[in-house]
């Protein structure tokens, strides 16, 4: 069985900071992981995903994702983070019958 | 939100009532999937169709039913036996490629309201 697991449920920076979204994740074989970013009463968006290669994983709106086997972590960042990034964002982990895994979620918060 | 469409957006029911979400996608897409949202609880998957005329359980099917007649669609309809059915529908599709190249898109969603 595979999980994913987002250890903080509110993540505060202010804007120009630096963002980072922690995600840990338990599969078996290789991981394939996304971020997803959902605004209030609204679908989620695809932001990026891993699937294997550079353990750096750029995706839209200015965010990337660190993959790292040994801590099992696959954290999203962003370097300057904008007011407008304020939403809640799901990482998530594919297995091999199609099934997307969902941690519980990480609201952000970015104040002016 | 892209080419998959959910209706209606807010949807109110009384109990003992069944009641049937769309899902419409015209990305031409093979797989098509039903999560449930609930605060703090992440997403779980409710039903998946990976083809035509053919679908599987997820984690919490019990309640549910869909059916999948058509590509572009795959209607949920929450049963009666359905315990606690208020929620965050979200509807998703996918290519249905091998597994790691499969990005899941999602429609707009539709809460429902058990009055």
């Known amino acids: 069985a595979q999980s994913v697991a987002q250890p903080e449920d509110q993540v505060n920076v202010a804007e120009g900071n630096p963002l980072t979204v922690k995600c840990t994740y338990s599969?078996?074989?290789?991981?394939?992981l996304f971020w997803y970013v959902q605004y209030p009463n609204r679908g989620l968006q695809f932001l990026l995903k891993?699937?294997?290669?550079?353990?750096l994983v750029k995706g839209s709106y200015g965010f990337e994702a660190e993959f790292n086997k040994s801590q099992t972590s696959f954290h999203l960042k962003k370097p300057s983070a904008l007011v407008s990034d304020s939403a809640l964002y799901f990482c998530a982990a594919l297995s091999n019958d199609y099934k997307l895994s969902f941690g519980a979620g990480t609201t952000v918060t970015v104040r002016a | 939100d892209g080419g998959i469409t959910q209706s209606p957006k807010y949807l109110f029911r009384k109990e003992g009532q069944n009641v049937t979400l769309s899902c419409e996608q015209n990305l031409n897409h093979d797989a098509m999937y039903w999560y449930r949202q609930d605060p703090g609880q992440g997403l779980r998957l409710i039903y998946y169709?990976?083809?035509?005329?053919?679908?599987q359980k997820g984690d919490i099917a019990e309640g549910y039913s869909v059916s999948r007649e058509k590509k572009e669609s795959f209607p949920l309809t929450v049963t009666s036996a359905q315990k606690n059915p208020t929620a965050f529908y979200l509807c998703?599709?996918?290519?249905?490629?091998?597994?790691?190249?499969?990005?899941?898109?999602f429609g707009p969603g539709t809460r429902l309201t058990v009055l």
């Open positions: 998703a599709s996918s290519m249905g490629q091998l597994p790691g190249t499969d990005t899941q898109y």
């Open positions: 169709s990976q083809i035509v005329n053919d679908f």
């Open positions: 599969v078996s074989g290789n991981p394939y």
């Open positions: 891993y699937i294997t290669g550079d353990n």
